[in-house]
């Protein structure tokens, strides 16, 4: 005789678990960063920094990695063909 299985749970249950951890993980971030601040102000000006840079990278990276995945797809394609011609 087997156990019984465990209950499925819907999936929107699980999304909501993961969407309040997220959010919890977010509000600690948060607080830890304002504590580092208040104690050093120049954490400031490094967060800045970060915050003014990471919308560049993310342009950066976006942009790269289609450009990148276009190529692969490409290469992929051609060896596909050539190897389909070959046999």
Not at 40 to 69: C, D, E, K, S, T
Request: overall charge negative.
């Amino acid at each position: 005789m087997q156990p019984p299985l465990p209950p499925v749970r819907e999936r929107s249950a699980t999304n909501a678990a993961t969407f309040t951890a997220l959010i919890l993980l977010a509000a600690c971030a948060a607080g830890l960063l304002f504590l580092v601040v208040v104690i050093n102000p120049f954490a400031l000006g490094i967060l800045v920094i970060g915050v003014f840079f990471a919308p560049m990278a993310a342009m950066h990276y976006l942009v790269w990695g289609r450009w990148l995945q276009e190529q692969h797809r490409q290469e992929n394609e051609d060896s596909t063909s050539s190897e389909s011609q070959n046999k």
